[in-house]
């Protein structure tokens, strides 16, 4: 009797995707960076009102992919060793022991991370850049899987610390969420009536587990698909053209402080790569760049005082240089 063929990478993707769309509705946007930042081994920031799912897009993912999920409330009295985890002393051996903190799980939501102070910021920075945690004289690694998805809440901002600029640089990507339309709301609203049920009759089904070795697989695949010179030529100039905004526009040159690091050249790449390949194919176009390129720029492009007193965001100034830029 034949034995049953394990999914391919792509298909147990394509099926942790179908999963997700049916509890997180009318967020698809999100869904596909939360994929794309697992594909590309990358940490997204999330910024939207509360309510949005942002929360509970991470806890379904973490659910359907081998890897065990913490979830870390940031506030201003929130300590260092919070995060990474103290030294105890053990009398009975007259010695210390490392005590590993929530940073050491795979999934990892930093729920309000803007509420925490400088030195949780500079000590969650070390391990999303390093992927390593530095307590006194040793340092010890975080698991090959590792993700980090931060939240923003836009609406308040007393209390909050601003995320300083070389942070916001680790992050691959900077995901807006919007409220869902009608249709989507209405869906929500039967999706929660039925989960309640549910809940209630304890007839949940358990949720279909990707292995990491599926994960890394598929990140295999990602770095191996086809980005042809002319498009690797494109993305380099794109990033450059966020540096020297204004030979593509006098006024452009007016409302950008700062552009893209180098860092957002990778970025573009690798989440572009991830795009096409979760749209089921193994070379890059484009549209994968244009659809990535505002979530991986728009922290990276700093503007200027005139742009804010002029109401210019750093989605305008990316989408007229999208515009202007000619294309391979």
């Known amino acids: 009797m034949d034995m049953p063929q394990a999914p391919t990478a792509h298909s147990a993707f394509a099926s942790l995707r179908e999963q997700l769309?049916?509890?997180?509705?009318?967020?698809?946007?999100?869904?596909d960076r939360l994929l794309i930042a697992l594909l590309a081994d990358g940490h997204l920031?999330?910024?939207?009102?509360?309510?949005?799912?942002?929360?509970?897009?991470i806890k379904e993912l973490a659910t359907r992919i081998e890897a065990d999920f913490h979830r870390i409330q940031f506030t201003p009295d929130l300590l260092p060793a919070d995060l990474t985890g103290t030294e105890i002393y053990r009398p009975q051996t007259g010695s210390f022991e490392f005590q590993r903190g929530p940073i050491f799980h795979n999934v990892v939501l930093a729920d309000e991370v803007n509420r925490a102070p400088a030195k949780v910021q500079s000590a969650l920075l070390e391990a999303m850049g390093e992927r390593q945690?530095?307590?006194?004289?040793?340092?010890?690694?975080?698991?090959?899987?590792?993700?980090?998805?931060?939240?923003?809440?836009?609406?308040?901002?007393?209390?909050?610390?601003?995320?300083?600029?070389?942070?916001?640089?680790?992050?691959?990507?900077h995901v807006r969420v919007d409220y869902p339309k009608a249709e989507a709301e209405a869906a929500i609203l039967r999706f929660a009536r039925d989960r309640a049920r549910q809940s209630l009759a304890a007839t949940a089904t358990a949720a279909v587990r990707l292995s990491q070795a599926q994960v890394f697989a598929a990140r295999s695949q990602v770095l191996d698909l086809h980005l042809?010179?002319?498009?690797?030529?494109?993305?380099?100039q794109l990033v450059l053209a966020t540096r020297d905004p204004g030979a593509h526009g006098a006024e452009l040159a007016r409302y950008v402080a700062f552009g893209a690091s180098p860092r957002g050249t990778i970025a573009l790449d690798r989440c572009a790569r991830a795009h096409a390949w979760l749209q089921g194919r193994d070379y890059v176009t484009p549209e994968d760049v244009h659809a990535i390129a505002p979530d991986v720029?728009?922290?990276?492009?700093l503007l200027s005082y005139e742009a804010e007193a002029?109401?210019?965001?750093?989605?305008?100034?990316?989408?007229?240089?999208?515009?202007?830029?000619?294309?391979?």
């Open 297 to 301: 720029l728009r922290h990276r492009v």
């Open 228 to 236: 042809a010179p002319q498009l690797e030529d494109y993305i380099v």
């Open 133 to 173: 945690v530095t307590v006194g004289r040793d340092t010890f690694a975080l698991p090959a899987l590792f993700l980090v998805m931060a939240t923003q809440n836009p609406i308040e901002q007393e209390g909050t610390y601003p995320l300083p600029e070389a942070q916001l640089d680790r992050f691959l990507l």
């Open 45 to 57: 920031l999330v910024e939207g009102a509360p309510g949005l799912a942002k929360t509970t897009a």
């Open 21 to 31: 769309s049916q509890c997180i509705i009318g967020q698809a946007a999100l869904i």
């Open 310 to 328: 002029e109401g210019i965001d750093a989605d305008r100034v990316i989408a007229t240089l999208l515009e202007r830029l000619p294309l391979p």
